[in-house]
């Protein structure tokens, strides 16, 4: 095109560069061109007075929109029809073009007189779940305020270009110390929603899945939760079982060497309230102190009877942990302890890790998982029946062929084949594209169902090439089965969920890139 290299510049911010095109593209669909940005700035997924952008969807009839333009600004306004025919005359010798199957839209009257007008074109059209649907390319001619545009689909696909939004349902992921996890904000014995929360900013959503593909808040907020307000970058939370009902709907949130822990409930309305409470300076938890930094925590499946109501409290380094069970309301008590690790594991390294484990594949994360990543130490530990723990599978060379080599490598618990039971186990390597899922066979030994080594691609199209990545197992059916994948990318505002497509093969349903 002609236009290829010209720059582009924002004139409201002193005429400053900010991207130079690339290439266009002008037939009977589609008017529009791509440009490269400037990356010595930088810039947010977002509109002006809209917000961030969610995604694309399609246009439907009767859609309310809303868009911002150079000329109107701000406006409103409803989709009137998706099969416009528009004749476009063009200079330079190009004559008139005849564009078919566009978007119609009249303005919102009650709010503007006018929906766009000459200076708006290349305005995309925003629905109100913050997704693009549409581009504006033309104004209607006879001055009502009638805006013409494109399927934003019809433009992606034509471009090949993609949308680019960052984050997920409003939670931008910008902040380094950003953290997330599943849960059963419902209590329907579902983790079908995402909690992601920033550590010493307060920020913490709650995101329920409106459709395919598109997040928004359920619950969020500044200034921390249900009285815990996040104002430290040591904070920590998970999901707990707290009535031992089956359902991990209750919120624990900690601050590792300060004595502070509160557990959360939901109320009628959508807030929290803590029914635990203790403060900084306080003296932890059922006889767990929470005096170090170190301390680390998470909600298990003691008595194997598929509740996730037992706390385990543990200080990497110093071979202590805590088994917890609720004795009545607000007060709980060991029923393990001890100072020497548990199971053979010492707990002698500061980087041990641990979580819960189906290791039967019954339903019941019953079984506990410490980890020495650097050293290649894994154990697997079942209750025996004298109140203690045994192993049943310990290895000083990694697992499945994951060799647990490197200090940042992690492992979690992931239900693979959709039946309901986080039996496998996921491990990888931030930084290094490397990840494994490992299955159980009929001997007790680990071999890998899908696996990518150190140098390869991560998975899904994700590819783990930041030692920021993190990932965890994910609801997103809503089907009682944590079968989907989150990545994400701590100050990058990259998310993917991924789901396993066939053998080994897994695709994003929600992609966020920036």
């Given at each position: ?80 029809g ?8 063009f ?28 200076g ?16 504006l390319?033309?104004i209607?001619s ?18 090949d ?6 984050g ?30 920033s ?10 899945k ?43 949130l ?47 499946d ?39 690790g ?19 594949g ?7 998982v ?50 309901g039971?986080?039996n ?26 899908y ?56 695709s994003?349903?929600?992609r966020?890139t920036?």
């Amino acid at each position: 095109m002609g236009d290829v290299g010209r720059r582009i510049t924002q004139p409201s911010f002193g005429g400053i560069l900010v991207a130079t095109i690339e290439r266009g593209i002008l037939n009977k669909d589609v008017d529009a061109a791509v440009a490269r940005l400037d990356n010595s700035r930088r810039y947010t997924c977002g509109v002006q007075d809209i917000g961030a952008i969610a995604g694309t969807a399609a246009p439907e009839l009767g859609m309310a929109v809303r868009k911002r333009g150079r000329s109107t600004g701000l406006t409103y306004g409803t989709i009137h029809g998706l099969d416009r025919t528009v004749q476009v005359p063009f200079a330079h010798g190009v004559g008139t073009i005849i564009f078919r199957n566009q978007v119609e839209i009249y303005p919102d009257t009650t709010r503007n007189s006018l929906f766009a007008d000459q200076g708006d074109s290349g305005s995309v059209i925003v629905n109100d779940a913050g997704q693009v649907v549409a581009l504006l390319f033309a104004i209607d001619s006879d001055s009502k305020g009638t805006g013409t545009a494109t399927p934003i689909h019809t433009v992606l696909e034509q471009l090949d270009v993609s949308m680019a939004i960052e984050g997920i349902g409003g939670f931008d992921v910008s902040s380094s110390a950003d953290q997330a996890f599943a849960l059963d904000y419902t209590g329907a014995g579902r983790s079908n929603h995402l909690v992601l929360y920033s550590p010493g900013k307060g920020i913490a959503f709650i995101l329920k899945k409106d459709g395919p593909g598109t997040f928004s808040p359920a619950y969020q907020s500044h200034s921390g939760i249900g009285g815990f307000d996040l104002s430290s970058p040591d904070d920590r939370a998970f999901a707990f079982d707290y009535d031992g009902v089956g359902t991990a709907n209750h919120l624990v949130l900690y601050r590792p060497g300060t004595g502070a822990v509160f557990i959360l409930k939901k109320d009628g309305v959508g807030t929290y309230f803590p029914i635990v409470k203790d403060t900084p300076g306080g003296s932890g938890i059922g006889g767990y102190d929470l005096s170090s930094p170190d301390d680390r925590a998470f909600a298990f499946d003691y008595a194997g009877t598929g509740k996730l109501d037992h706390l385990v409290f543990y200080r990497p380094g110093k071979g202590i942990v805590f088994i917890l069970k609720k004795d009545g309301p607000d007060t709980f008590s060991p029923v393990y302890q001890s100072h020497s690790g548990i199971g053979g594991f010492d707990l002698s390294s500061p980087d041990d890790r641990a979580f819960p484990l189906d290791y039967t594949g019954t339903g019941n994360s019953d079984h506990l998982v410490f980890y020495r990543p650097g050293k290649g130490i894994i154990f697997i530990l079942k209750k025996d029946g004298a109140g203690g723990f045994t192993p049943v599978y310990q290895s000083h060379s990694g697992i499945g062929g994951f060799d647990l080599s490197v200090s940042a490598d992690n492992v979690f618990a992931f239900d693979y084949d959709g039946t309901g039971t986080t039996n496998h186990l996921v491990l990888y390597r931030p930084g290094t594209g490397a990840l494994y899922i490992i299955k159980k066979d009929g001997t007790g030994n680990y071999y890998p169902v899908y696996h990518q080594n150190p140098g390869g691609s991560g998975i899904g199209g994700y590819d783990l090439s930041s030692s920021a990545d993190r990932a965890f197992a994910f609801d997103y059916g809503g089907t009682g089965k944590s079968d989907h994948l989150v990545l994400y990318r701590p100050g990058k505002g990259i998310v993917f969920i991924l789901k396993k497509d066939g053998a080994g093969t897994f695709s994003p349903v929600y992609r966020a890139t920036k």
